[in-house]
């Protein structure tokens, strides 16, 4: 017996193929594959509608730079000449200018052009949604209604479940992927979008934007792309469905580069470490960062995404808080000392809320 079903929703086909079985006991198993698919096609992302729609919300914040400003004056003739490119698959990514800034570490960022960015917008706003339909509920980077606090009271909801409201040891496993950024691997990146976009022209427009930067032969992404955000995402969502199902990972956070597995037994965190190297290096040819692998008590404190947690309260990191009162006596608007105010909130804080105050009127 051999059946097929489907159901289509705005930005995916789901088709599941049902395989009938005779077991031992004479009755009947079937089993169900399901593969997710995207629907939307080349010619709706190169769409002139869909790069004007791109154009709106690109612009935002930005109509006063130079390289923007320019792009506007000749804005349909730009749009239409990026349309026809695109449609004659003559496109070409153009290249990047690149910066450092330290927030906290040094990065390079690489800016691309007006009309490269606007591209990459035209894209994202399609392919976006499908595919955060398929990223698992705790991976909390670049997502919209996600983010770093959000990301911080999931870490707490998590600690008092394995901890049973304090009473038990939480042991935490928290790593980091080094150079993550410089180290995606643009054929397997390649790979896992053909698994869910049967366009081979989205595939074509993907790969002049993927090669169009690299770090190093075949490999990196650069910092600063909206694609590169999704496409991280993408890449690293087959390390957390691994970790999810093949690792049977109840406990698990991922932001970025930084992820931390959470359980009562310290003996069963140890013997995930193996596992989870091995398939970010034969896989995805990603390495963990070999001095930022930690498995800790939270009773000890556990640095997580800027803030130290130990069992019934958070601190802020030491180096965050310095930076904080650095940038605090640098720049002293209303917006910056808002924001701050409003990071400590998220923490046990009070002293140091009193001290910014405090700093502010002086």
């Given at each position: 017996?051999?059946?097929?079903?489907?159901c289509?929703?705005?930005?995916?086909?789901?088709?599941f193929?049902?395989?009938?079985?005779?077991?031992?006991?004479?009755?009947?198993?079937?089993?169900?594959f399901?593969?997710?698919?995207?629907r939307?096609?080349f010619?709706e992302?190169?769409?002139?509608?869909?790069?004007l729609?791109?154009?709106?919300?690109?612009?935002?914040g930005?109509?006063?730079?130079?390289?923007?400003?320019?792009?506007?004056?000749g804005l349909?003739d730009?749009?239409?000449?990026?349309?026809s490119?695109?449609?004659?698959?003559?496109y070409?990514?153009?290249?990047?200018?690149?910066?450092?800034i330290?927030?906290p570490?040094?990065?390079?960022?690489?800016?691309?052009?007006?009309?490269?960015?606007l591209?990459?917008?035209?894209?994202y706003?399609?392919?976006?949604?499908?595919?955060?339909?398929?990223f698992?509920?705790?991976s909390?980077?670049?997502r919209?209604?996600?983010?770093?606090?959000?990301?911080?009271?999931?870490?707490?909801?998590f600690?008092?479940?394995?901890?049973?409201?304090?009473?038990k040891?939480?042991?935490?496993?928290?790593?980091?992927?080094r150079k993550?950024?410089?180290?995606?691997?643009?054929?397997?990146?390649?790979?896992?979008?053909?698994?869910?976009i049967?366009?081979?022209?989205?595939?074509?427009?993907?790969?002049?934007?993927i090669?169009?930067?690299?770090?190093k032969?075949?490999?990196?992404?650069?910092?600063?792309?909206?694609?590169?955000?999704?496409?991280?995402?993408?890449?690293?969502?087959?390390?957390d469905?691994?970790?999810?199902?093949?690792?049977?990972?109840?406990y698990?956070?991922?932001?970025?580069?930084?992820?931390?597995?959470m359980?009562?037994n310290?003996?069963?965190?140890?013997?995930?470490?193996?596992?989870?190297?091995g398939?970010?290096?034969?896989?995805?040819?990603?390495?963990?960062?070999?001095?930022?692998?930690?498995?800790?008590?939270?009773?000890?404190?556990?640095?997580f995404?800027?803030?130290v947690?130990?069992?019934?309260?958070?601190?802020?990191?030491?180096t965050?808080?310095?930076?904080?009162?650095?940038?605090?006596?640098?720049?002293?608007?209303?917006?910056?000392?808002?924001?701050?105010l409003?990071?400590?909130?998220?923490?046990?804080?009070?002293?140091?809320?009193?001290?910014?105050?405090?700093?502010?009127?002086?």
């Amino acid at each position: 017996m051999f059946g097929r079903y489907s159901c289509q929703s705005l930005y995916a086909e789901i088709n599941f193929w049902s395989i009938g079985k005779t077991a031992l006991g004479g009755g009947r198993r079937r089993i169900f594959f399901m593969k997710i698919v995207f629907r939307h096609n080349f010619e709706e992302i190169i769409s002139i509608e869909n790069i004007l729609e791109a154009w709106k919300e690109f612009v935002k914040g930005k109509r006063n730079k130079k390289d923007v400003r320019e792009f506007y004056s000749g804005l349909m003739d730009n749009i239409l000449e990026l349309h026809s490119d695109l449609e004659n698959q003559i496109y070409q990514h153009g290249g990047y200018k690149a910066f450092r800034i330290n927030d906290p570490k040094p990065r390079s960022i690489h800016k691309a052009s007006v009309r490269d960015r606007l591209l990459h917008r035209a894209v994202y706003r399609v392919l976006y949604l499908f595919f955060d339909k398929i990223f698992i509920s705790d991976s909390f980077s670049c997502r919209n209604d996600k983010g770093t606090h959000k990301a911080l009271n999931r870490f707490r909801s998590f600690t008092y479940k394995v901890s049973k409201n304090n009473t038990k040891t939480c042991w935490v496993l928290k790593c980091d992927i080094r150079k993550f950024f410089e180290n995606i691997n643009h054929d397997i990146l390649l790979e896992i979008l053909n698994k869910y976009i049967p366009d081979k022209n989205i595939i074509w427009l993907f790969e002049k934007i993927i090669r169009g930067f690299s770090s190093k032969p075949n490999t990196g992404l650069p910092l600063g792309n909206l694609t590169s955000q999704l496409l991280v995402n993408i890449y690293m969502n087959e390390f957390d469905q691994f970790v999810r199902h093949k690792l049977k990972v109840k406990y698990y956070i991922r932001y970025a580069d930084d992820f931390v597995v959470m359980s009562g037994n310290r003996d069963w965190l140890e013997r995930q470490i193996e596992p989870i190297k091995g398939f970010l290096s034969d896989k995805l040819e990603l390495k963990i960062h070999p001095d930022k692998i930690f498995l800790k008590t939270l009773a000890s404190g556990i640095d997580f995404l800027g803030w130290v947690y130990f069992l019934d309260h958070r601190i802020l990191r030491t180096t965050t808080r310095k930076r904080m009162l650095r940038r605090l006596r640098e720049s002293q608007t209303s917006e910056t000392l808002n924001s701050y105010l409003g990071l400590l909130k998220h923490g046990n804080t009070k002293k140091l809320e009193k001290m910014v105050l405090e700093r502010a009127i002086m």
